[in-house]
């Protein structure tokens, strides 16, 4: 009896991620202003805004990956 105690105790201690527990990431709504911007600066080769845009895309891409179990490089 006593060693079923400590083996539920123990187990008790053990906690798993569920996967329902993950959630995709939220996918982030730009002002149009914000998108014209990028698109100007697709065209004219300085793209400040643009690669704001990249980075929040780089970040989204790796929550998706890691919320299909995908092993992800966060090394950047």
Known sequence: MIIVLLFSVVLTGCETIRSDALTAPDVI??????????????????????????VDYGVMRDQSRALKGEKINIKR
């Open 29 to 54: 709504n730009y002002p149009q202003e914000v998108l014209d911007k990028a698109a100007f600066e697709m065209e004219s080769g300085v793209a400040p805004t643009l690669s704001e845009l990249v």
